[in-house]
């Protein structure tokens, strides 16, 4: 078993691995959920003598006096035992409810045998993240309608007062899974998006009701938002959109990381990269796009959004450590600020060695902080909710 180390014990929660296909030899190395981001997580921390390993939700359900997990030696994955963590780092990202129950659970069960820190806070669903910061008024300026869906006569209304289309969102989605845009051409309605495995679809409707009646169906599994369609695309008609990432550093103050532009796929309505989007460094796109003076205003305007989100979110909702703000750009440079995520991939800087450096080294450095005991206090208004949002890389 590990030795604890000197400036703290970090357990990061990830995702239940599958079992290893290559056989029963063993000889296979392992591959663990966000194996690069954890590995150079491993790596920092072994720089700042913190000891950081890796578990699962079912390894914390059969914790005792210490928890099986997996350490990085000699740039491989070693499974073994390990003390208790004095913080956890959640980047678990449950594919049902039955899988975040699991996990919801395991991390009870280990509180119950050594009170840990959690790094990391939550997010409830889009809507309500949505009112929370409606009440702020430097950021109601720059967040879009956004209402429950809530069926047929609903979407007849809004789509008079958006002729432009609306758009369509699970409550508590990720990687662009089930996102629609719903469009009104001459004589029929355009559904395109994604499915719930994240692949493309495309329909047209002659007949109002056969469309509400499909997309009442397709929305069924889940809560929805419907907001305005925005136009939000590069000049070849690409998805466009900026992910921000803010952080806490190591004397618990939120500090600014960096930016990427994404863009998506051609004929994708999102800009994810997981459903086939690419991303450059946020300043390079911005320059090209509108030149250096108005995409200097942008970043600014984004890095200043970005900080009174974390306030607002942190004031209800609880402490975090770390938030992704997604922000889409209209042809005029309108910015508007769509999304806030408490487990933000770290992908879309893979091509800002700078940003990335600091995404990898602010959440240990925020850990070693909580693990000394000087953890911030924070006015909370918590909210919880069922269906809890994830990441979206």
Same mark, same amino acid.
């Given at each position: 078993m590990a030795e604890p180390a000197q400036s703290g014990i970090l357990?990061?929660?990830i995702s239940q691995r599958q079992p290893d296909r290559a056989g029963e030899s063993g000889a296979s190395p392992l591959f663990m959920p966000e194996d690069d981001f954890c590995r150079r997580l491993c790596a920092y921390g072994q720089s700042i003598g913190m000891l950081v390993y890796l578990f699962c939700a079912s390894q914390a359900a059969a914790a005792t006096e210490w928890i099986r997990g997996y350490r990085l030696a000699d740039g491989s994955w070693l499974d073994g035992r390990f003390p208790l963590p004095d913080v956890v780092y959640d980047r678990a990202l449950p594919v049902s409810g039955a899988q975040a129950r699991l996990t919801r659970e395991a991390l009870k069960t280990l509180m119950q045998r050594k009170r840990y820190v959690l790094l990391n806070g939550s997010l409830p669903g889009k809507l309500d993240v949505y009112r929370a910061m409606q009440h702020d008024d430097g950021l109601l300026r720059w967040l879009p309608d956004t209402q429950s869906y809530e069926g047929e006569r609903q979407l007849a209304k809004l789509l008079e007062r958006y002729p432009q289309g609306l758009f369509l969102k699970p409550s508590a989605g990720s990687h662009g899974k089930g996102a629609l845009r719903l469009l009104r051409l001459e004589q029929s309605w355009q559904i395109d998006g994604r499915d719930r495995h994240n692949r493309p679809l495309a329909k047209q409707f002659r007949d109002w009701s056969a469309l509400c009646g499909w997309i009442g169906r397709f929305a069924?599994?889940? =809560?929805?938002?419907?907001?305005?369609?925005?136009?939000?695309?590069?000049?070849?008609?690409?998805?466009f959109d900026v992910r921000a990432l803010i952080q806490k550093d190591g004397r618990g103050r939120w500090s600014f990381t960096g930016a990427a532009v994404r863009v998506g796929g051609h004929g994708s309505v999102t800009a994810n990269l997981h459903g086939g989007g690419s991303a450059r460094i946020a300043a390079d796109a911005?320059?090209?796009r509108f030149g250096e003076a108005i995409a200097a205003e942008l970043l600014e305007r984004i890095r200043s959004v970005s900080e009174r989100s974390a306030g607002c979110l942190e004031t209800h909702f609880g402490r975090m450590a770390e938030l992704g703000l997604d922000f889409g750009i209209e =042809?005029?440079?309108?910015?508007w600020l769509l999304e806030a995520n408490a487990k933000p991939g770290r992908q879309s800087f893979d091509g800002d060695a700078d940003a990335a450096e600091r995404a990898v080294r602010r959440p240990l450095d925020y850990a070693q902080l909580l693990a000394a005991g000087q953890r911030p206090v924070f006015p909370s208004t918590r909210i919880q909710r069922r269906y809890i949002q994830e990441v979206h890389p």
């Open positions: 357990g990061i929660l069924s599994a889940a =809560p929805y938002v419907v907001q305005p369609c925005l136009k939000l695309t590069d000049d070849e008609g690409r998805s911005l320059n090209a =042809p005029d440079g309108r910015l």
